[in-house]
């Protein structure tokens, strides 16, 4: 086996990738049908073959493993998986009530939540007890405590009318006068 | 079966496929403490992921996928490949049962524990990819098409990869035989 120093010759490049694949039974007809009618008449992909067929089988004989290292193997795997196992209960177990069902109907409750609490903030909701406060204009209520200074203003319109009536009456005796 | 995670049914799995799963991280690592925790992880993410599993593909293309994909974070992480132990403890016992024919003759058996040592060290300058698509095929049999899927790439790239492996493998050999 691989003793002759010569031999290591190419195959011809068009057929060397097929037959590699051919080795390995991958080739397709015609490709295949091609592959065997040139082996027939080349020497060189003869020899490339029957190297392949030589050495690839080297390189591919798997370790034998004991039994008892199998068994240990697939039993510590065992408590591995386990492991998992118990990490996720617990964290099903923490979600437990989140039912198929309750996840649809919570989401529906907080849309509903945050639509009352948005439009009541936005004084969308109105009550009956606050609707005369509410159509009070704010600076009239602002002021509302203040009723002295209301009381003034119409001191002051009287004075006015006072000086009116005074200066009228005053006009009427000078015409009298004349 | 084990869409809902079910261990038990899982455990079949592992059953079925752990020899393979090691075999896989074996062939990449050369190390058996290694294989062992990198295929033994693929299996537990496979089983966390398990509900993300596509059943148009099958379970194993799949779960090889994982098992390739860890063993080649785990190489770039080590950013070694103990390939050179092919010669050494762990392959000396392979070699033996490679060549358990005790007809050969010793120059024989010295040749053929020299084309694997080559061969040993050859594959592990492989590329990722070529390392990758030559394991899966020459070493547990997968067709084109299935490590296609695994490496998530077109038949022809691997029939590439594939070949330039066979090539650079042979290549290797060259002053031997």
Not at chain 2, 153 to 160: F, K, L
Request: proline share 3%; with cysteine.
């Amino acid at each position: 086996m691989l003793q002759h120093k010569d031999s290591h010759r190419s195959a011809c490049k068009s057929f060397e990738e097929d037959l590699v694949l051919y080795y390995y039974g991958d080739c397709r007809e015609p490709e295949s049908h091609r592959v065997e009618e040139h082996l027939k008449e080349c020497a060189s992909c003869r020899h490339f073959l029957e190297e392949l067929q030589t050495f690839l089988p080297l390189t591919a004989k798997p370790k034998e493993l004991p039994q008892a290292f199998w068994n240990s193997y697939y039993e510590e795997l065992r408590e591995k998986l386990a492991a998992i196992d118990a990490r996720e209960s617990w964290w099903k177990r923490s979600f437990a009530f989140f039912h198929p069902w309750a996840v649809p109907a919570l989401g529906t409750a907080l849309v509903l939540i945050l639509a009352l609490s948005l439009t009541l903030a936005k004084g969308m909701w109105h009550f009956k007890g606050h609707r005369a406060q509410e159509e009070i204009p704010s600076e009239l209520r602002a002021a509302a405590g203040n009723i002295d200074f209301f009381e003034s203003m119409d001191l002051l319109d009287s004075i006015d009318f006072l000086e009116a009536l005074e200066d009228k009456s005053s006009a009427n005796s000078e015409f009298q006068k004349l | 079966m084990c869409q809902r995670g079910e261990r038990q049914a899982f455990e079949v799995l592992v059953r079925r496929y752990m020899k393979r799963a090691y075999q896989i991280a074996f062939d990449f690592t050369r190390d058996g403490e290694e294989a062992k925790d990198l295929s033994q992880e693929a299996f537990l993410r496979a089983y966390s992921q398990i509900r993300h599993f596509d059943q148009r593909s099958t379970f194993y293309t799949w779960f090889y996928r994982i098992v390739v994909n860890l063993c080649i974070d785990h190489l770039r992480r080590r950013a070694r490949i103990p390939w050179e132990r092919l010669d050494g403890k762990n392959q000396q016992s392979a070699g033996e049962e490679a060549m358990g024919d005790t007809s050969s003759t010793p120059d024989q058996e010295a040749i053929a524990g020299e084309v694997k040592r080559r061969l040993g060290t050859a594959l592990g300058t492989l590329p990722g990819k070529q390392r990758t698509a030559f394991l899966l095929r020459n070493h547990h049999g997968l067709s084109i098409t299935e490590i296609a899927k695994v490496m998530q790439t077109t038949e022809g790239t691997v029939r590439v990869h594939l070949h330039r492996a066979v090539a650079a493998l042979r290549q290797s050999l060259a002053e031997l035989v």
